[in-house]
């Protein structure tokens, strides 16, 4: 079960990506006022949690927000 921390903590920075848009895990990180051990452990949360909202490229270190297509 996750924390009220952990939750709090991951739509905190799922939001922050989905207004930024692309941003840098370390500004994500400053942006967040969050150190990097908590960066770590949160990581693999927001990547199974919210990885229909939110995508993470390893090889640029980048989050970006995945754009949702409207079906009408």
């Not at 370390?26 to 990885?51: C, N, V, W």
Request: aromatic share 8%; hydrophobic share 35%; proline share 3%.
């Amino acid at each position: 079960m996750a924390t009220k921390t952990l939750l709090r903590n991951g739509m905190r920075l799922v939001s922050i990506i989905q207004r930024d848009g692309p941003i840098h895990k370390f500004d994500l990180m400053d942006k967040a006022s969050i150190s990097l051990s908590t960066y770590q452990q949160i990581k693999p949360y927001l990547e199974h949690r919210y990885g229909h909202h939110i995508s993470y490229d390893r090889r640029s270190g980048m989050w970006s927000k995945i754009e949702s297509e409207i079906i009408e």
